[in-house]
């Protein structure tokens, strides 16, 4: 990498280049970041919880000051509508208040106590103390699908800074105007509140080789990352190599599959089930859910299992509803090219059905004038919907072929039976949602401990997309969902990450006044 080493953003909307160029990071400015972050941590993790608490409103507050300039850049950048972009500031300037609560608090700094027993056979009981220290600099990735609230400022941020550790933060290439602005807004905070320069430092890159030379140098201690699962394992792989590996939490892939209950059947019974009772509540509940944010949602439904007896009245439910729905655009040139290769792949494996595309008709044989796409942009998506049997979708590996973007996969089963065997068939997500009602009542028993096993979340009668942040929050999962299914990059329980534990053994009290 050179000095010269720039680039640019787009409008995601048009596709035509916006103002502004960003340097590339070079050697010199990463290993100057982490050296700052270095000496910053030493103040840092021992600077009273109040003040750090005080540093993530004090953001939060800057953000609200600069808030029209931040909502406008972002909208440009991701082709959010308005609403869309509002409502992540709100949920990423709460989220920084929220934390500032936890950091004050200190919820992290859990501690255990075993008294000693000097006169103990054969052997004295030493006296032992167990407390939670932070790790060090961490290095955080944004995301490319929530500027705001998974980016500079985000979840990762707050949860480090919350616990002492300072923040190299590499900006998401594709929305790096929006992420200038928030960099701006931290530096101006540390500046104001005289904390050490290297509390907070922000870096521009788009060439994998920055990332690993990032987690690659020896002063970052943790990773932070929410992305691809081709980036986090590759990153997870600089990481092992380096001489002293550290831990990388990544949040990844997700098909979030939802099972709608078939009911019960038996021989003279039938008694309806959740899509019977519901259909078109359900229909229009994965309607939204698919198309909220375009679909570039790591929680999308991406995988719908139901009875094959049931799929074409739900289907034709929710084919009208996605014609109330509009091309929007995709987040970047190579997001849209990776949702077309993977609608392809979809559309040319033998044995899937386009249930609804650009030209798809409503039930009542109405289709899209031709030209309707003339007035989007180069990187406008319309929906994309599917249908396979689940012989099939197990054998294609299609239960795990995750598509960033509006798209989704119905698999039709034959009976109960089968539905239990696809899920049996998932590895790792995010979420697993359930659509019941209290004729599916056995079918709901035996379905949840197998949807434990692969999901981090488990939903019952809801929708994936959308998400409290909570003591109980999680957001992870086996493998896709996350490189370790024990963490989560979402809720209180997301500062545990950057936190260790440490046992001191028969220390004085007095020589632990700190601990």
């Not at 995709?330 to 494996?349: E, P, Y």
Request: proline fraction near 8%.
């Amino acid at each position: 990498m050179t000095d010269q080493d720039t680039f640019t953003a787009y409008n995601a909307a048009t596709g035509l280049p916006l103002p502004g160029n960003f340097a590339e990071a070079t050697a010199a400015d990463i290993d100057k970041a982490v050296r700052s972050a270095e000496v910053a941590f030493e103040w840092l993790r021992e600077c009273r919880p109040q003040r750090r608490g005080e540093f993530l409103r004090a953001v939060a507050a800057k953000m609200r000051l600069r808030e029209p300039e931040i909502l406008a850049r972002c909208e440009l950048e991701t082709g959010y509508l308005p609403e869309r972009v509002r409502g992540e500031f709100m949920r990423a300037t709460g989220q920084l208040e929220l934390f500032a609560g936890l950091a004050e608090e200190s919820v992290w700094d859990v501690r255990q106590f075993d008294s000693g027993n000097p006169d103990r056979k054969p052997f004295p009981q030493p006296e032992m103390r167990r407390r939670m220290i932070p790790v060090g600099p961490v290095a955080v990735f944004g995301a490319c699908n929530f500027p705001l609230a998974i980016s500079v400022v985000g979840n990762d941020f707050v949860a480090a800074i919350a616990v002492g550790c300072p923040v190299v933060v590499k900006s998401h290439p594709s929305h790096p105007g929006t992420c200038k602005l928030l960099g701006e807004v931290v530096d101006e905070v540390v500046a104001e509140m005289d904390f050490p320069e290297g509390t907070f430092t922000l870096l521009h890159g788009r060439r994998p080789e920055t990332s690993v030379a990032l987690v690659q140098h020896p002063g970052i201690a943790a990773v932070g990352f929410t992305g691809s699962p081709n980036g986090g394992r590759a990153l997870a792989q600089a990481c092992l190599q380096r001489e002293r590996p550290i831990p990388l939490f990544a949040e990844l892939g997700s098909t979030n599959p939802v099972f709608l209950a078939p009911g019960f059947l038996a021989p003279g019974i039938l008694a309806p089930g959740a899509v019977e009772n519901r259909l078109e509540a359900i229909a229009s509940g994965f309607t939204t859910s698919l198309r909220f944010g375009n679909g570039h949602m790591c929680t999308k439904p991406g995988v719908v299992v139901m009875l094959d007896r049931q799929a074409k009245a739900f289907a034709e439910a929710v084919v009208d509803k996605m014609h109330a729905g509009m091309p929007m655009p995709m987040l970047s040139a190579g997001i849209a090219d990776a949702f077309d290769q993977g609608v392809a792949k979809l559309a040319d494996t033998t044995g899937v059905d386009e249930l609804y595309g650009p030209r798809s008709a409503r039930s009542d044989g109405a289709v899209p004038p031709d030209d309707q796409a003339a007035s989007f942009g180069p990187w406008h998506r319309d929906a994309r919907w599917f249908a396979v049997d689940a012989i099939t979708a197990a054998e294609q590996n299609l239960l795990h072929c995750e598509t960033f973007g509006p798209v989704s996969l119905l698999i039709r089963c034959t009976d109960e039976e089968q539905m239990l065997w696809v899920a049996k068939q998932f590895k790792g997500s995010l979420t697993a949602t359930l659509h019941v009602d209290q004729e599916d009542a056995a079918f709901q028993a035996r379905w949840l401990p197998i949807a434990e096993r692969f999901a981090g979340r488990v939903i019952y009668n809801g929708w994936p997309t959308g998400m409290e942040i909570g003591s109980a929050t999680h957001h992870g999962g086996p493998y896709p969902a996350s490189l370790d299914g024990r963490s989560t990059s979402v809720g209180y329980a997301s500062l545990d990450r950057f936190v260790r534990p440490v046992c001191y053994q028969g220390w004085p009290e007095k020589a632990l006044s700190r601990v």
